[in-house]
Structure formats: C-alpha cells, structure tokens
C-alpha cells in the first residue's frame, strides 16, 4: 500500500526556528486543522506536545476530543460552542456570541480587512458589550492577515488596524485575555514578536511560502510519500499505457504500475505534462484512482519529498497537495 513517512527530526527543525522567532516554546500554538495539513492528526498531537508545545488549534471539536490529552488549551476555530475547561471557540459573528452558553471560554476574531469571518471594528464595541451580558468568558482575541506572505505594505496596515482593537478591548477592563494575530507567514517575516501566541500551521509541516526578496528562514519538509509496486510488464514500440491510451511506448520498456491514484488523494493532473516524481521519473498516461504508471520496476518509488515542488507542477500549493492526501494512508513515522 501507497504510505507516507513523517520525519520527526524536521517536524522539530521548523518548530525550532520558529520558537526561536517568537522567544518561547509557550507561544507557540500548532495548528492541528484538516488532519494536521495531511500530515495526521494524533500523531503530530503527540510529537508537538512531546517538543513543549501547549498550545493547539483546529477546526472541529471532533478533532480536538482526539487531542486533548496533548495540551494545556485548544482553540476550535468554527464548530458549535460547547463548555470545556480545555477549549476555547472562535467567535465570528455577534450571532455567535448570542448563541453560545454562559461561561464557555471564547476568543473574538476581529476583521481587520481579510472580510471572510470575524466581527468588524465597527460592531466591536457591540459585541464586547454582549460578550459581558452573555456572561461568556472572553479568554482571547485574535485576527488574520490576508497578504502576510506578499512583499507590501498590507500587513502593516492590517497590524494597525488590530491595535485599535486592543485598545479597545483593554478599555472594556477585559483581564487575562491572550493576543494573536501572527500565522506562519508573519511570524516568519517578523522581527519582533510581542503578542502572546503565533498560530503556525504551514511553517511547522516545512514550507516557507513568503517570495524570496524576504530573509527566509530555512524549513524542511516533514511529509514524503511513497507508493509500492503492483504489477510489471515489458512493453513494446507502440504500446499505449492507461485509460485512453495517451501514453505511447517510443521503444521496447520496462513499466510498472504503483498503489497510488486520485482515490488517495494525489491530484489527476495533466498526461499531456506528466508529474515528475521526487525520483525523476515521469507518471506515464492518466493518473487513475487507484493506480499510476512509471517506467522502472523498483518495489518502492518516492513521488514526492517536498509539496512546494509537487505543486509548482501541478499548478497549485503546497496546501492543497498535502491536505488533499487520504487520511487512511498509513503515516511511519521516521
């Protein structure tokens, strides 16, 4: 069966260069979304929290019941807002805070000009009203920044923006309340870090996305996936490989076919632009659902090392490749 290896030692690279950015192992909050960015939920939990890290971040409670033994506080960033002495729940809408029981722990997500989700700085002063009459306890207030990884002045003006939200907060006598509002992007470009927590996501799986005018920190991929072989046979001048037959044999061949397809969660892509796998060696015709075709007959190929590279082929990012891969695929860890 196709798997994939998670390196422990390159896991720990990227969570050292951005503690080093931020000064602490506590402000560092691992964000453990859509099956830890393909990587595996449980068992990035388990290496982060072995590192130091307390702090962790997903999408559904769901995930983080199958977590919450690894750390001192999980925020859930979108999910029905429940009481728990380890979660605490994105509110992005005044709806949300109405709608959420009293004396659940809450953190408020301020739009400061991403415009997906978050309260604006107009209505701020509306929904820290309510949050005091709802009787929720207001333990966070955070934002997101929509060109972090984009050489201009954007995020500047974003920062700003967040300013006159603390200082909002803080003249509402909130205490204890935890600021975060830095993602992989932008702690990574900083210079300076004076906020409690950094939600790092992608920067901890190994890529650095910001262009390369930045000083860029070096990263190192954790994930590499690989399929095993199936089949092999000897093909002659003029064989025609896969559905629709769009690869042709320029000569007498040696192909293979592996347990890998678009059933796993590996992009279909182009035959008319093969994929080149992370051992030069190019997928031959359609990419199947379960199946691909390579000319060697090695019982184990890596198809990819590193998803930066992977998605620069397939006209994507390094996101999407890796979030996109199935989460029964057996992760080993290495």
Not at 170 to 194: D, E, P, Q, Y
């Amino acid at each position: 069966m196709a798997f994939i290896k998670i390196n422990k030692e390159n896991f720990y690279h990227n969570l050292n260069q951005i503690t080093l950015q931020t000064g602490s192992k506590d402000k560092v909050a691992i964000v453990l979304k859509d099956n830890a960015y393909g990587h595996g939920l449980v068992l990035m939990a388990k290496l982060a929290s072995e590192y130091g890290i307390k702090h962790a971040v997903v999408r559904k409670t769901a995930e983080a019941k199958q977590i919450e033994a690894f750390f001192e506080t999980i925020l859930v960033l979108g999910d029905n807002i429940i009481k728990h002495e380890k979660y605490s729940y994105t509110l992005n809408s005044l709806e949300d805070i109405l709608n959420a029981q009293k004396g659940v722990k809450v953190e408020l997500k301020v739009d400061t000009g991403m415009h997906r989700n978050g309260i604006g700085i107009d209505a701020l002063e509306e929904a820290l009203t309510s949050i005091k009459k709802q009787g929720l306890e207001l333990v966070g207030i955070m934002t997101h920044y929509r060109s972090a990884d984009v050489l201009s002045s954007e995020l500047f003006w974003q920062q700003k923006q967040f300013e006159i939200v603390k200082e909002k907060v803080k003249h509402f006598g909130f205490k204890n309340v935890r600021i975060h509002s830095h993602n992989s992007a932008a702690i990574l470009r900083s210079k300076t870090f004076t906020e409690d927590l950094v939600r790092v996501g992608i920067g901890a799986y190994g890529y650095n996305e910001l262009p390369t005018s930045f000083n860029r920190c070096l990263l190192k991929p954790v994930l590499s996936l690989y399929a095993q072989k199936i089949s092999t046979r000897v093909l002659k001048e003029g064989d025609r490989i896969g559905y629709g037959g769009d690869y042709v044999a320029s000569s007498e061949m040696t192909v293979s076919t592996y347990d890998l397809g678009y059933g796993d969660g590996w992009c279909r892509g182009d035959a008319g632009d093969p994929f080149m796998t992370a051992e030069k060696l190019p997928i031959l015709g359609r990419v199947s659902m379960d199946f691909i075709s390579l000319a060697t007959d090695k019982n184990e190929i890596c198809v990819m090392a590193d998803a930066h590279d992977a998605a620069k082929q397939l006209d994507t990012i390094s996101y999407e490749v890796i979030t996109a891969l199935h989460s029964n695929i057996e992760r080993r860890l290495v």
